[in-house]
């Protein structure tokens, strides 16, 4: 079983859409669908949009579904010049840039209690997922690096200058981090994939309309592509 979490409506439609059957169960107000996308079996869920309805969504589906790796799929900002809309990025590491107990003598993003700045991705899954996207997009349309989660959407240039230069990040959003926490937790491997939608900067709101749709279908095609593969990982 692989669970597949995304935040908006848009970011889970393609998924569902690929499931020939599936079974709906309600928790907390969160729907989880349980079938299989390319002959795997998989729980998917729309988790609504921020860092704790995306910890509710993660803990909820790790108790009922005990899946052997969440994927969290969906879109972000992109950070940097070379980081283009239409991209993919695949997380290394996962921090939560709005995390701050610096005024106690703790480091910018410090989270309490597992003591990480930077949770992990999976490694083994994170080499599946880069391969198979470079295969479908091109080297060039697919990056790996540090995506940062915070309760905020970021459209502020100066603010988003602060997320890179602290936090060396390429993508910034708003549920990957807590999701990546709540996998740490609970020793499950995870993955966090977003396609850009929008540069994060002053045009971001206008931008995103526009291309989440476009980005979100292009994310829906790799899972697609990956299920089986990551189905021999946890064999």
Do not use: W
């Not at 900002?77 to 239409?86: D, E, Q």
């Not at 850009?196 to 994310?219: G, M, P, R, T």
């Amino acid at each position: 079983m692989i669970g597949i979490i995304g935040a908006m409506e848009v970011e889970v439609e393609n998924l569902l859409a690929m499931m020939p059957e599936k079974k709906t169960q309600t928790v907390s107000g969160i729907a989880y669908h349980s079938g299989n996308i390319s002959g795997v079996d998989c729980v998917v869920a729309q988790c609504g949009i921020g860092k704790v309805a995306a910890a509710v969504c993660a803990q909820t589906m790790i108790l009922e579904y005990h899946p052997k790796a969440v994927l969290n799929v969906g879109v972000a900002g992109g950070i940097g010049a070379g980081i283009h809309i239409g991209d993919l990025v695949v997380s290394s590491g996962l921090v939560q840039h709005d995390m701050d107990t610096s005024a106690i003598g703790d480091k910018k993003g410090l989270i309490s209690g597992i003591n990480l700045i930077t949770i992990p991705a999976s490694k083994p899954l994170l080499s599946v997922i880069v391969s198979a996207a470079k295969e479908i997009y091109g080297s060039e349309k697919v990056h790996t690096g540090v995506i940062a989660t915070g309760d905020q959407f970021i459209c502020d240039a100066a603010h988003l200058n602060r997320i890179a230069d602290e936090f060396g990040a390429c993508a910034c959003e708003m549920e990957g981090g807590s999701i990546a926490q709540v996998c740490y937790l609970n020793h499950t491997d995870f993955v966090v994939i977003r396609a850009i939608s929008d540069k994060a900067d002053e045009d971001a709101a206008d931008d995103f309309a526009a291309f989440a749709k476009k980005s979100a279908h292009q994310a829906a095609r790799l899972i697609a592509a990956v299920m089986p593969k990551i189905q021999e990982k946890h064999s």
